[in-house]
């Protein structure tokens, strides 16, 4: 995954508003979070196909944060996209993008689905996950790899002369088991170690409170939007 800022300047105090992607190029899936306007001009700059862009996160629902948008939604129909987009927004742009429409004289040619943030998850592709969390003025995220479960060893429950089939996969998920003679048997120990997730945290806000402290606890920052 590749993280691509795509504001001009670097988010400062000055520059408080900041719109950058995450690129998943093996899976050729593009998530936006937040759409300045000319967002998708400085994508074409970096050789960025907009039409891989499949999710769109706005962290906040102001007009820097959503300038772009209805541009970039009637250049995803002038390319003949087919494919649903989905936009998660803290509260409804329905009307926004409704009398952009009709301002324009313009329908798109896919279908466009609208979530409301609720703290939870959110979306996740076969390598990663993104939850939200409500911070009653704004939302946080945390983006994180997911588990990468140890590789199961068949040498030593061949050893232990378990018989083929569902016990391999208790064995694999952990349980245990107790044998005739009293010995009992740790399936974690039939498995290689576990990998946790990276976590990767997105703030909003330039103030210490616990939901700040507990989701960037351990996690790369990737951006901290200034709020003044």
Sequence with gaps: ???INLTRNQPSILN?????ILNFQYSKDIWLLNCSQGCQHLMEQ???KINQISNIILTENNIDNISGLLGLL???SLINRKKQINIYVSQGIEKYIILGKRYAKTNFRYCIYIYILQTGLIIKNQDYQIYTFNNKLNFEFLLTTKNKYGKFKIYKAEKF???VGPTYGKLKNGCSFL????VIIDGYKFTALHKSGTPKSILSNKYHNRNNIEISRKSQIIEHKFIV
Excluded: A, Q, V, W
């Design 16 to 20: 408080i508003k900041t719109s950058f």
């Design 1 to 3: 995954m590749e993280i």
């Design 74 to 76: 009637s250049s995803l």
């Design 179 to 182: 044998l005739p003679d009293g």
């Design 46 to 48: 970096r050789n960025l």
């Design 161 to 163: 002369r378990f018989p």
